[in-house]
């Protein structure tokens, strides 16, 4: 079978001045986690290099660019799955990182545990030699400014989801040419979270899971709705009652839309290879490699075709 990688870079209400730098890292960060399962790596180390590239990319808020909390500082959550053995790792409250994607997946394969937070991530960071950012080397401009222009998380929250301030938490999602699915998820949370706000990206079920029997979720949004709902495993439920990847999405967002006024987006890829990217809020930028031909959008129902060089 043929691989698919899909990534987000966030569903929120993205203003125009992020529009390009937006839907531009996403269309790079899914050409660099298809290199890897074109050369025959697996899903798993497809998404983890996906998200490490939106994360090195100032544009979105994982790693570099993350928003800040009410304390001015940046805490990171992520989470990584692999869909073969359900196997899974995550850190939340994480400082001083700049790849937690590949934190949450040294806790998969070197820890007994699924999640780390907070001192602890580092500490285990720091055993394992992983270089310690300075805050500072995190913070880019853009968040700088707006977090000193807004410093109200509920102002923020209704403008961004429209429920309608988070943005860019990123994501990706693969199958590989084996049928393996994987999902990984990256966030710096919603600007001025309280200190030691978790949402729901690092939280397995809700902010991603990938089961090689249904399929493999990226979710981004509000995380409080996104948790209530359990986001990620009622779009696979949907998949397992018979649902099309794109159906099981859509009804699952309108649940979320319904049920507790939460608006978001997801991205979804099938073991068989079917792939969707759905979201509620206002813009969402998202991309997907599939035989050499690359999709993306940012506007609701936009799906540009690109063929990618051989
Ligand atoms: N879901 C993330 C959170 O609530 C934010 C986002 O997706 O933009 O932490």
Known sequence: MSAVLVVHGGAWAIPDKLAKASVDGVKAAAHEG????KRGGNALDAVEAAVRAMEDNNVFNAGHGATLNTDGEVELDAIIMDGRTLDCGAVSSAKNVAN???LARAVMEKTSHIMLTDRGANLFAESIGVVRVPTETLVSEYERTEWEKHKNYVTGVNEDFNCQWAHDTVGAVAVDCDGNVACAT???GIRNKMVGRVGDSPVIGSGGYADNFSGAVSCTGHGESILKVTLARLILSHIE????????SQVSLQHMGDRVRGAGGAIVVSPSGQ????????R??????EQDVLWFGLDPNERVKEQLSQ
């Open 100 to 102: 937690p994607v590949s």
């Open 34 to 37: 298809f290199l890897v399962l």
């Open 275 to 282: 792939w969707a990217a759905t979201f509620t809020t206002e």
């Open 186 to 188: 990256s966030t710096g």
């Open 241 to 248: 009652q018979g649902k099309s990847v794109s159906e099981a």
């Open 284 to 289: 969402m930028a998202w991309a997907a490699v």
